[in-house]
């Protein structure tokens, strides 16, 4: 009964209850990183804003019930990436300041990773809050990355490419594990079943596990002459893109389609941990072997799957390297942007704000944190 009754007050006087309902680590966040709608990576002397950014910022407003926030993001990105129109244009990837102008697209490229997120954000946040707007933006977003970001592989099924341009040559197609994630192919391929979602999210369980030789992910991977093979650039390299393959496994309900089988595939990364009392910041795919000491953010990235692993000490180590992290990320002004991110999506996990269905749903809380 009371939760109900919380449930009606949100959805009546969401403003209202906002302060009271606040997510703290959010709330830092936006102030911190988001000025007027755009999301700003001050790591870079030019002040950019990328596709990555305002999806991951849109997503975070979702799970905050912050409705003014998403709104101001959505329209930023809509007016400065997207040509002023979010259901005809994919994204641009990079935005920022140049010598020629105080703000600008630098590169026109749209990223696969952060289309989709803000796809299923926008189709999310439609259903959540009712807003036909978002809910249409959303699918229609969906399908143009299906028709321009996706391609067939001959006995692998259909693939998420990493940009409509730029990753194909005539013999070779290189691949970002951390692009593919589970949840939001599992959402499409229900949201819209008569398009190429369902081939997708088919294809997937056995794309994670196959490009990730000895149960370690690579940041990139090569698909040529018919059998996956390292990385022309990055060789077997597997660091600040393929943490997130972790994070996405470790978030998967336990009846998602092969949660269970992902989870064991992974878990090497948890015992390179274990033994190394620490996540490494790189590792070698092939030798299964491991270098340096991970940012905090990674160990944030590990959260999820750790909660669910029965490794009690280390998931309290990770937990106090991370608390130590963000005390001291307060005092590095923007210039900490993909550590705060991956620990807004651990953050939120950690303390229930954060669930997703089977078939991919999100499933906020927004009652966590209401006083």
């Given at each position: 009964?009371?939760?109900?009754c919380?449930?009606?007050?949100?959805?009546?006087?969401?403003?209202?209850?906002?302060?009271?309902c606040s997510?703290?680590?959010?709330?830092?966040?936006a102030?911190?990183?988001?000025e007027?709608?755009?999301?700003?990576d001050?790591s870079?002397?030019?002040?950019i804003?990328t596709?990555?950014?305002q999806?991951?910022?849109?997503f975070f407003?979702?799970?905050?019930?912050?409705?003014?926030?998403f709104?101001?993001?959505?329209?930023w990105?809509?007016?400065?990436?997207?040509?002023?129109d979010?259901?005809?244009?994919?994204?641009?990837?990079l935005?920022?300041?140049?010598q020629?102008?105080?703000?600008?697209?630098?590169?026109a490229n749209?990223?696969?990773?952060?289309?989709t997120?803000?796809?299923?954000?926008?189709?999310e946040?439609?259903?959540l809050?009712?807003?036909?707007?978002?809910r249409?933006?959303?699918?229609f977003?969906a399908?143009?990355?299906a028709?321009?970001?996706?391609?067939?592989?001959?006995?692998?099924?259909r693939?998420?490419m990493?940009?409509?341009?730029?990753?194909?040559?005539?013999?070779?197609?290189?691949?970002?594990?951390s692009?593919?994630m589970?949840?939001?192919?599992?959402r499409f391929?229900?949201?819209q079943?008569?398009?190429?979602?369902?081939?997708?999210?088919?294809?997937l369980?056995?794309?994670l596990?196959?490009?990730?030789a000895?149960g370690?992910?690579?940041?990139w991977?090569?698909?040529?002459?018919?059998?996956?093979?390292?990385d022309?650039?990055?060789g077997?390299?597997?660091s600040?893109?393929?943490?997130?393959?972790?994070?996405?496994?470790?978030?998967?309900h336990?009846?998602?389609?092969a949660?269970?089988?992902?989870?064991?595939h992974f878990?090497v990364?948890?015992?390179?941990?274990?033994?190394?009392?620490?996540?490494?910041?790189?590792?070698?795919?092939?030798?299964?072997t491991?270098?340096?000491?991970?940012?905090?953010?990674?160990?944030?990235a590990?959260?999820?799957?750790?909660s669910?692993?029965?490794?009690?000490?280390?998931?309290?180590?990770?937990?106090?390297?991370?608390?130590?992290g963000r005390?001291n990320s307060?005092?590095?002004?923007?210039?900490?942007?993909y550590n705060?991110?991956?620990?807004?999506?651990?953050?939120?996990?950690m303390?229930?704000?954060?669930r997703?269905s089977a078939?991919?749903a999100?499933?906020?809380?927004?009652?966590?944190?209401?006083?």
């Amino acid at each position: 009964m009371i939760r109900r009754c919380w449930a009606l007050l949100l959805a009546m006087f969401p403003s209202v209850l906002w302060a009271e309902c606040s997510w703290p680590a959010w709330q830092r966040f936006a102030e911190q990183y988001i000025e007027n709608g755009r999301v700003i990576d001050g790591s870079d002397p030019r002040q950019i804003t990328t596709s990555e950014g305002q999806s991951y910022a849109m997503f975070f407003a979702l799970l905050a019930n912050d409705r003014e926030r998403f709104a101001n993001l959505h329209a930023w990105t809509e007016r400065h990436l997207a040509k002023g129109d979010l259901s005809t244009h994919l994204p641009a990837w990079l935005w920022g300041r140049s010598q020629e102008s105080g703000g600008a697209v630098l590169d026109a490229n749209s990223a696969a990773d952060s289309d989709t997120w803000i796809a299923y954000s926008l189709a999310e946040a439609g259903r959540l809050w009712g807003d036909h707007h978002y809910r249409s933006q959303g699918y229609f977003l969906a399908r143009h990355i299906a028709e321009q970001e996706t391609r067939v592989i001959d006995t692998v099924g259909r693939v998420l490419m990493p940009a409509p341009e730029g990753f194909a040559s005539d013999n070779t197609l290189r691949l970002n594990p951390s692009y593919w994630m589970p949840q939001i192919f599992s959402r499409f391929a229900e949201l819209q079943p008569n398009s190429v979602w369902p081939e997708l999210a088919a294809a997937l369980p056995d794309l994670l596990r196959d490009t990730a030789a000895n149960g370690l992910s690579p940041d990139w991977v090569a698909w040529r002459q018919g059998a996956w093979r390292q990385d022309p650039k990055s060789g077997q390299r597997g660091s600040y893109d393929a943490i997130r393959v972790y994070l996405w496994v470790g978030m998967l309900h336990p009846e998602a389609k092969a949660a269970a089988a992902l989870r064991d595939h992974f878990d090497v990364m948890l015992a390179l941990t274990q033994e190394r009392e620490n996540v490494p910041e790189v590792v070698n795919i092939g030798s299964a072997t491991a270098r340096g000491n991970g940012p905090w953010g990674f160990s944030a990235a590990l959260l999820p799957m750790l909660s669910n692993s029965g490794k009690t000490t280390l998931l309290e180590a990770q937990q106090q390297r991370v608390r130590n992290g963000r005390t001291n990320s307060d005092s590095l002004g923007q210039r900490d942007y993909y550590n705060r991110v991956l620990d807004l999506f651990a953050d939120a996990w950690m303390t229930g704000r954060l669930r997703f269905s089977a078939s991919g749903a999100v499933q906020p809380n927004w009652q966590a944190g209401c006083s």
